[in-house]
Structures are given as C-alpha cells and as structure tokens.
T-cell receptor
Framework: SQQGEEDPQALSIQEGENATMNCSYK?????LQWYRQNSGRGLVHLIL?????REKHSGRLRVTLDTSKKSSSLLITASRAADTASYFC??????????FGGGTRLMVKP | DSGVTQTPKHLITATGQRVTLRCSPR?????VYWYQQSLDQGLQFLIQ???????AKGNILERFSAQQFPDLHSELNLSSLELGDSALYFC????????????FGPGTRLTVL
C-alpha cells in the first residue's frame, strides 16, 4: 500500500498562479522527497526535506513539513505551462526504499 | 538528465517470455534501486543493491530477479511474463547514505502482449 497520499489528485490552474499540493503520510519518517514526472517519463528529483526541517526552498518551489500532522506541502509559485506534470511525494523511513503516493496531476494552462 | 541510464527504452514481448532490463547508475553511486510503475499499483519499490550486494526487497515477484555487477551496473530479469507485468520500470541510484536523494533513470516501458 502507498503510505504517502497526495491531495488533490488533479489540479488545473492558469499560468502565473500558484499551485499547492499536499502529501499526508502515516508513519515516522527520516525524510520526505518530492519528484516531478512528465507524462510517461522519468522522475525528476525536486527537493528533499529532512524530518528536523520545517521548510525548504528551491527556486520557485517551497516545501513545508509538519511532522506533528504527518503532512507536507509543495508550493509552486508563478506557475508556467512547463510545470504541467505529475508530482509525487515519497517517504523515506526505513533507509532504503522510497514509498510513493499516488501523485497530483498538475495542468497549467497558458 | 539525471546521469542514470536505462536500456532499452521500450520493450514489447509476449506472455511467457523473459526479458532483461539494464541500468547504469551515476558515476560514483554504489546503490541501485528498482521500481515498477503501473496504473493500478502506482510506483512500487522492487529491490535495492549496494556495491554488488542485495540490501532490501520490496514487492518483487519470485519471477523477477536482479543483480548488480562489479562495474555497478544492474540488471532486472523478468521471466514467465504476464499481461499484468506491463509497466514502466525505473532504476534509481544514490550516493552516500540510504537517506540521500535517489536519482531516477528515464525508465523502460515494458508491454506484454
């Protein structure tokens, strides 16, 4: 079963708007990672946030982590059509495998 | 480009057949992970190798096996293929400890007819 669950499953916004995706999980974690996947392609690593961190930024991306609520969010600011993709959170709690959520499909309309 | 390469990109085969998927990790990465992505199961971890040795197993079927060679490339062998094995198969490599980023290859799309 997938431990991470993204919300919403699908999101459609206009170019220039912000996009927020959420991830909830069930167990304790060492870190949480966000990935992007363009249709049928490989996963691109976006950000890794460790359990003792609360927020991380990378360019237009902002990730927050609330371990008390077992949740994380990914914010993409000033979205572009090229941001259209599926976004996955992945939990690392056992030191080996990543456990992925079902993903959020983001559509950014020009 | 993550630096992880996978071949072939596409593979079409018939039920009952056997195939081998190949992965070359990023230079210097000792860990290789294999994942399967299907419409019904999503992304699932299959198996991990570290410097030639199996380190962790996930939801890998007995019909599937993997190995990592001395040059650190890895192969995933799928045998007695069934229609349900049709999926995207990814490998990922990792540097340093098990809590670091995993970098994924472009995947091999397997279609079993």
């Amino acid at each position: 079963s997938q431990q991470g669950e993204e919300d919403p499953q699908a999101l459609s916004i206009q170019e220039g708007e912000n996009a927020t995706m959420n991830c909830s999980y069930k167990t304790s974690i060492n870190n949480l990672q966000w990935y992007r996947q363009n249709s049928g392609r490989g996963l691109v690593h976006l950000i890794l946030i460790r359990s003792n961190e609360r927020e991380k930024h990378s360019g237009r991306l902002r990730v927050t982590l609330d371990t008390s609520k077992k949740s994380s969010s990914l914010l993409i600011t000033a979205s572009r059509a090229a941001d259209t993709a599926s976004y996955f959170c992945a939990i690392n709690n056992a030191g080996n495998m990543l456990t992925f959520g079902g993903g959020t499909r983001l559509m950014v309309k020009p | 480009d993550s630096g992880v390469t996978q071949t072939p990109k596409h593979l079409i085969t018939a039920t009952g057949q056997r195939v081998t998927l190949r992965c070359s990790p990023r230079s210097g990465d000792l860990s290789v992970y294999w994942y399967q992505q299907s419409l019904d199961q999503g992304l699932q971890f299959l198996i991990q190798y570290y410097n030639g040795e199996e380190r962790a197993k996930g939801n890998i079927l007995e019909r599937f096996s993997a190995q990592q060679f001395p040059d650190l490339h890895s192969e995933l062998n799928l045998s007695s293929l069934e229609l349900g094995d049709s999926a995207l198969y990814f490998c990922a490599s990792q540097r340093g400890g098990p809590y670091n980023e995993q970098f994924f290859g472009p995947g091999t799309r397997l279609t079993v007819l």
